[in-house]
């Protein structure tokens, strides 16, 4: 798979190639790749072609993971090429995708929209943001006053071109509201994984007890709003797929989402 991005891909146009920058380019703007995948007509809702923030993560994480497996087993020319890649990747993407205006990181390069993908450069084995940095609590910040609420991350800002935060209507009305702001339950695991990676970074102390005593306040409150959800509303024993983003925050989508439970299982317990 790697060196099929190095070289570049183009099945089914998906158009994955490695640019001079060292950062991974994906798709156009008819084709999805990443889980921001709506479709009605052909026509793509939320097209986020070119240098995507969480493909490009996953890539830096993915080649940090590869010179793991490289030096374990040997291969020692393997594991400084992995590496390379790495540490180039990583170099342009803190270069190029932290946007100092808005405090937070660019969806795709050039899109500078709030969206929650922005959490895989912090929530991975290998964050691509060093997890004690200013860039990662600012990052931190702005999701939580703009995407944070009890049942997931809203998929946009409030405020946001084109934000829609009920779910409804016909099959297009859905599909148009699908990512643009709806709040999807998994997303909850790439929160509770990036305050766990800015504990264990943290070297200061009072900085590090008020993180500590966040994800304690996080879990809790995650604990209380499942247990409630699983008892008396939507599915009885499960989670659905996605939630209304304006109260009462009605379940919608899948009844049971598999995402929605293993997320919030691996949290709570």
């Given at each position: 798979i ?6 570049g891909i183009d099945?089914?146009n998906?158009?994955?190639y490695?640019?001079d920058?060292d950062l991974?380019?994906?798709g156009?703007?008819n084709t ?6 709506a479709?009605?007509d052909g ?5 986020r072609?070119g240098?995507?923030v969480e ?6 994480n993915a ?5 793991d497996?490289s030096k374990k087993?040997?291969h020692?020319?393997?594991a400084?090429k ?5 540490e ?7 270069d190029k995708f ?7 990181l660019y969806?795709v390069l050039?899109d ?10 912090l ?5 691509v943001?060093?997890?004690d940095?200013?860039?990662?609590k600012n ?13 997931g991350?809203k998929?946009?800002?409030?405020g946001e ?5 009920i779910?409804e209507?016909?099959g ?8 643009q ?5 998994w997303l909850l695991g790439?929160?509770?994984n ?8 943290e070297k ?6 008020k993180?500590q005593?966040?994800?304690?306040e996080?879990k809790e409150k995650?604990?209380?709003?499942f247990?409630?959800?699983i008892?008396q509303r ?8 996605i939630?209304?983003?304006?109260r009462?925050?009605?379940p919608?989508g ?5 995402w929605?439970?293993a997320e919030?299982l691996?949290?709570?317990?």
């Amino acid at each position: 798979i790697i060196e099929s991005y190095i070289k570049g891909i183009d099945v089914d146009n998906n158009n994955i190639y490695l640019d001079d920058d060292d950062l991974i380019v994906s798709g156009t703007q008819n084709t999805q790749n990443t889980w921001m995948d709506a479709k009605y007509d052909g026509v793509a809702i939320t097209p986020r072609s070119g240098k995507a923030v969480e493909v490009n993560s996953l890539w830096y994480n993915a080649n940090k993971i590869m010179a793991d497996l490289s030096k374990k087993f040997g291969h020692s020319q393997n594991a400084k090429k992995y590496k390379l890649i790495a540490e180039k990747c990583k170099k342009s993407f803190n270069d190029k995708f932290y946007n100092k205006r808005r405090k937070c990181l660019y969806d795709v390069l050039g899109d500078s929209k709030i969206r929650p993908n922005q959490l895989f450069a912090l929530s991975l084995t290998y964050p691509v943001i060093e997890a004690d940095s200013e860039e990662a609590k600012n990052i931190i910040s702005v999701v939580e006053k703009k995407l944070l609420n009890s049942y997931g991350l809203k998929t946009l800002a409030k405020g946001e071109p084109n934000y829609i935060e009920i779910y409804e209507g016909d099959g297009f009305k859905r599909d148009m509201s699908y990512h643009q702001g709806i709040t999807w339950v998994w997303l909850l695991g790439l929160y509770y994984n990036s305050l766990k990676n800015m504990i264990e970074a943290e070297k200061r102390k009072t900085y590090k007890t008020k993180l500590q005593i966040k994800l304690k306040e996080f879990k809790e409150k995650t604990i209380k709003t499942f247990e409630k959800e699983i008892e008396q509303r939507g599915c009885i024993g499960s989670i659905a797929e996605i939630y209304d983003s304006k109260r009462p925050q009605e379940p919608k989508g899948a009844i049971a989402q598999a995402w929605s439970v293993a997320e919030i299982l691996r949290i709570v317990m």
